[in-house]
């Protein structure tokens, strides 16, 4: 898929995002290395420490079907501002790829993109832990 449908699918999610408190839309496209697609949206909860992500609810969507192997992944923020994944779903997507290429973009149209490793050197890995590969 090219990165402007990619793009254009975060942006439909990111409509449909629950977000009462922050009101940050936030809509998540996850590539595979198969070509199959997958979307997420962020879900807010009164404990903020339940609250979703769109980047990690996009990966276990694509999990849930089978992916086991992501390679590019569009964020799409419906505020003023492209923002970055947050440290922890920066450490998902790291699980599922060696590196992968990261697509931001806002509601001003500003487009901006980078890859998984300028975002989390050194990431904790499986090969960090003790007996895998």
Same mark, same amino acid.
């Given at each position: 898929m090219? #990165? +402007?449908?990619?793009?254009?699918? @975060?942006e439909q999610t990111a409509a449909v995002a629950y977000a009462p408190y922050s009101k940050l839309r936030i809509g998540c496209t996850v590539e595979a290395s198969d070509g199959r697609v997958f979307q997420g949206c962020n879900v807010?909860?009164?404990?903020?420490?339940?609250?979703?992500?769109? #980047? +990690?609810?996009?990966?276990?969507? @694509?999990?849930?079907?089978?992916?086991k192997k992501l390679k590019r992944v569009a964020v799409y923020s419906s505020?003023?501002?492209?923002?970055t994944p947050c440290g922890a779903c920066r450490q998902v997507l790291a699980e599922f790829c060696d590196d992968m290429e990261i697509l931001m973009a806002c509601s001003t149209g500003e487009v901006r993109r980078t890859r998984l490793s300028t975002l989390l050197p050194e990431a904790f890995s499986k090969k960090s832990v003790p007996g895998q590969s």
């Open positions: 090219d #990165e +402007r449908n990619l793009f254009a699918v @975060a807010e909860n009164a404990s903020f420490g339940l609250t979703i992500c769109a #980047e +990690r609810a996009a990966v276990f969507h @694509a999990l849930s079907m089978g992916a505020g003023d501002q492209v923002i």
